[in-house]
C-alpha cells in the first residue's frame, strides 16, 4: 500500500457494504479517505459502517437504491452537509436480473431494469455530484464496470451490452468533466469473487480458471480496491477517460 494517497479527501461508494464496492471503501478508507458507504439495507449499511469503523477508518453510512432519484439526491446532500464536498466518486451499483441467452431471456423490463441502474443511474449521480467536486484538487470519479463489456458472454447478454455503454460513458464524461478539473475514469473487472457472481464460479472454480483467465486464479475485491485508489491518487494525475482492466489476463479488447 502507498500511504496515506487519500488523507482528508472525501469519498463516496454506491453499493459499498459488500464485495467489490466494500473492498474500494476499506481500500481508500485506510490510505486515509473519509468514506460515505451505502445500498440498499439498513442492516447492510449498519454491518458494514461498523466493520470500518474497527479498522480506525471514518465512515459515514446511508440507504441509497442507486435506481431511485431521490435516493441518489439524498445520498449526495448528506456528504456534502457532513464532509463540505466530494473528491472520489465511485459508481459501483449494477443489476443482473436475468441470466441465459437474451434473446430466451431479456424481456423489456429486464433491459430496462438492467440499463436504469447499470448506466442510467451512474449518468445521474454523477451529474448530481458534479457541482461540489468541480475545482476539487485531485476530484475523481471512477465508474465500476466489467470485462463483459469487451467479451460477448450467451449468459449475460443485456448485462455485458450496459457495461459496454459504461466504457462509452466514461469518455463522454471524462471530456466533459475534465474541464472542471475532475478525472473520469473506469474499472472494468474480470471474475472477482463475490456474492454477484457466485453463480459463475461456485463448485467450479478450477474450471472457471483454467479456461480463460491467464493468472490462474479468480480476483478478489481487494484487487479492485487497490486500482480504484491508484485512479482515484495523484499517481494517475494525467489518467483521464480510460477503462483499466483487472481481469488476470483475460481478452479485453471490443
Ligand atoms: P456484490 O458482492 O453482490 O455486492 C453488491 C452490493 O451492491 C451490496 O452492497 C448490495 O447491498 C449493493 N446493491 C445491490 N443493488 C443495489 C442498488 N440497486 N443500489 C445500491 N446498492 C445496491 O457485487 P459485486 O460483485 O461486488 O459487484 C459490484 C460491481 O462490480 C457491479 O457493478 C458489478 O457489475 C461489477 N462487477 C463484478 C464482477 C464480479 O465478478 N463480481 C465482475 C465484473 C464487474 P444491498 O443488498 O444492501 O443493496
Not at 439498513?42 to 477508518?57: E, F, S
Not at 459515514?60 to 472520489?88: F, N, P, S, W
Not at 459496454?164 to 474480470?190: D, S
Not at 482515484?232 to 477517460?241: I, K, L, N, T
Amino acid at each position: 500500500m502507498s500511504g496515506l494517497r487519500h488523507q482528508d479527501k472525501v469519498a463516496l461508494i454506491t453499493a459499498a457494504t459488500d464485495g467489490i464496492g466494500y473492498a474500494i471503501a476499506e481500500r481508500l478508507g485506510k490510505e486515509g479517505a473519509k468514506v460515505v458507504i451505502s445500498s440498499r439495507k439498513q442492516k447492510n449499511v449498519d454491518a458494514a459502517v461498523n466493520n470500518l469503523r474497527q479498522q480506525g477508518i471514518e465512515v459515514m453510512g446511508l440507504v441509497c437504491h442507486v435506481g431511485k432519484k431521490e435516493h441518489r439526491e439524498a445520498l449526495i446532500q448528506e456528504t456534502v452537509a457532513k464532509y463540505g464536498g466530494i473528491d472520489i466518486l465511485v459508481s459501483n451499483a449494477a443489476v443482473n436480473p436475468v441470466y441465459g441467452p437474451m434473446l430466451k431471456v431479456t424481456t423489456e423490463e429486464a433491459w430496462d431494469k438492467i440499463f436504469d441502474i447499470n448506466v442510467k443511474a451512474s449518468f445521474f449521480l454523477v451529474k448530481s455530484a458534479m457541482p461540489y467536486m468541480k475545482n476539487r484538487k485531485g476530484a475523481s470519479v471512477i465508474l465500476v464496470s466489467s470485462i463483459g463489456g469487451f467479451t460477448p458472454d450467451k449468459s449475460l447478454g443485456a448485462y455485458s451490452t450496459s457495461k459496454t455503454a459504461m466504457f462509452g460513458l466514461v469518455k463522454n464524461l471524462a471530456v466533459e468533466c475534465a474541464e472542471f478539473g475532475v478525472r473520469v475514469n473506469g474499472l472494468a473487472p474480470g471474475l472477482i469473487k463475490t456474492r454477484f457472481s457466485k453463480q459463475l464460479w461456485d463448485g467450479r472454480e478450477s474450471e472457471a480458471v483454467g479456461f480463460s483467465i491467464p493468472l490462474g486464479r479468480i480476483g478478489l475485491p481487494e484487487d479492485c480496491g487497490a486500482v480504484v485508489s491508484f485512479l482515484a491518487s495523484d499517481d494517475a494525475a494525467f489518467v483521464v477517460g480510460e477503462n483499466i482492466v483487472a481481469a488476470g489476463g483475460q481478452l479485453s479488447r471490443l
